[in-house]
């Protein structure tokens, strides 16, 4: 079975604090100078490592790269995917200030992989895979038009994410994140992530415990604790209701600028993306194609057969898939 490469690309932007896989936050190395390291996964099953098609897929808040596992074995006949860990997770460095941890550097973070997937091998088509806030992420690069991309992006796929968040879901992403665990087994930590992620829809126990499985790293003394900074919590907390309607307004604006054909896609039981905020963007910007998924939340983990099939249908048509 195919498995993906790790790879790293240094970024622009404010110092890190460095954290190997499997040590302790407190042995963490600090970065000097204004750059950072982001890891992302690479996979490739066309026997071409050159291959001029790059779909690149982005994690959601606390989530990270190996997430897309699934869907990228899919991808990775047609295609290069490309599964960065947003930095302050998985594989990535931490920022020394956590205020960091925002749309604005995460955007500046993928132009930068971008580039140097360009210099390894040109892109000439490029594509997005962007579940919640790597759907933010998404339209952030896509819809500002003038920032350096390699080739426009031709196909967006935004999964269960839109310019209005509702705040409800906000506030109860907020009651868990960055909250330190330790937990004694994969197992455990499994049954723990389950607790706070069943609005995923179901999956069996191996589908859950697989991704749980780059949901934690390794404790010196023994155990496991989640994968990510906690810090990343810091600027979420700090958002307000007043200032996340102000926002509205600017991811409208990001969103109406995409040229992109758009496949939205959304868990009908969702309490982040609204229906009615689906509907509009079905309606307006690049008219997304909405599929919806029933007897799921926020968000999709595109682990499941039929929506697997809907973003891999909707990417490669053409390719010798079948349309979503």
């Known amino acids: ?19 190997p896989a499997g040590q302790d936050p407190a042995a963490a190395r600090p970065v000097t100078g204004p750059q950072h390291r982001m890891a992302y996964w690479e996979w490739n099953a066309t026997g071409n490592p050159a291959h001029p098609h790059v779909i690149v897929c982005v994690h959601g808040l606390s989530r990270q790269g190996r997430d897309f596992d699934v869907l990228a074995r899919e991808l990775s006949q047609h295609a290069r995917v490309i599964c960065p860990d ?26 930068a992989l971008l580039a140097q997937l360009h210099q390894q091998a040109p892109i000439t088509t490029l ?42 879901a906000i506030q109860r992403i907020g009651q868990y994140l960055g909250f330190a665990a330790r937990f004694e087994s994969l197992q455990q930590a499994a049954d723990a992530t389950w607790a706070v992620s069943t609005s995923f829809g179901p999956h069996t126990p191996a589908q859950w415990l697989e991704l749980s499985r780059a949901m934690v790293r390794s404790l010196p003394e023994g155990g496991l604790t989640l994968h990510y900074d906690p810090a990343i919590a810091v600027p979420f907390r700090a958002m307000t209701q007043e200032a996340a309607a102000a926002g509205e307004a600017f991811l409208w604006q990001l969103y109406d600028q995409i040229t992109a054909r758009t496949l ?22 690049p008219r997304a194609q909405l599929v919806e998924f029933a007897g799921v939340g926020h968000a999709p983990t595109l682990v499941a057969a039929d929506q697997v099939a809907a973003v891999a249908g909707f990417l490669l048509a053409g390719e010798g898939a079948a349309t979503a």
Request: glycine share 14%.
């Open 1 to 19: 079975m195919i498995e993906p490469t790790l790879n790293y690309v240094l970024c622009p932007g404010p110092g890190a604090t460095a954290v």
């Open 264 to 285: 939205l896609l959304r868990g009908a039981d969702s309490d982040l993306l609204s229906h009615e905020t689906a509907q509009a963007m079905a309606e307006r910007g």
């Open 86 to 111: 947003v930095v302050g997770r998985g594989q990535s460095d931490w920022l020394a200030d956590p205020m960091g941890y925002q749309i604005p550097q995460y955007g500046a973070d993928m132009l």
């Open 127 to 168: 594509d997005w895979v962007g579940t919640s806030m790597g759907g933010l992420i998404g339209m952030g690069v896509i819809g500002q038009p003038g920032l350096p991309l390699p080739v426009p992006v031709r196909r967006l796929v935004l999964n269960d994410v839109g310019p209005v968040i509702q705040w409800l």
